[in-house]
């Protein structure tokens, strides 16, 4: 799905720029309308398995929502950065940037986003074996 959401961003990035759009504006947008789409994705098709025992979606997606908007802030300074220092394609860059930070998405929503909350059932009777052999509940 992030791949999926990659080349949509570039996509909708070059479709603006070809229309004279400003990349950095042209950026942003791809960004906020790929944040959205990708929350669909991974709810519907990666992280599907994961929703029951997760917090609400709104939470869901406020945390994605900010953790990506927090990325897309880094991601399009560095943008900037790059495209006026060097003779760069601007979308070539973004690209790159996206590439770079997928895996940095992808752990976030694994091991934030889509943690499952915390048990309060009872935990289950633990068998210790004394020093005798014999089993002993605790």
């Known amino acids: 799905m992030g791949a999926i959401g990659a080349v949509v961003n570039v996509a909708i990035m070059a479709g ?3 229309v004279g759009v ?3 504006t042209a950026a942003l947008t791809a960004a906020l309308v790929t944040i959205v789409g990708n929350f669909v994705l991974l709810e519907r098709f990666v992280f599907h398995d994961l929703r029951e025992g997760s917090r609400s979606v709104w939470i869901r997606f406020a945390q ?3 953790f990506n908007g927090s990325e ?8 900037w950065f790059l495209v006026e220092a060097l ?5 070539l860059v973004q690209a790159l940037l996206l590439a770079v930070g997928f895996v940095v ?3 976030y929503h694994s091991r934030v986003v889509y ?3 915390r048990s309060t059932a009872p935990h289950p009777s633990v068998s210790l074996i004394a020093l ?7």
């Open 105 to 107: 998405r992808f752990v």
């Open 72 to 79: 897309t802030a880094l991601r399009t300074t560095a943008l």
């Open 22 to 24: 400003w990349y950095l």
């Open 132 to 138: 005798d052999g014999m089993a002993q509940e605790r």
């Open 64 to 66: 994605s929502f900010v």
């Open 87 to 91: 003779p760069v394609s601007s979308l």
């Open 115 to 117: 943690r499952p909350l």
């Open 16 to 18: 603006l720029q070809a």
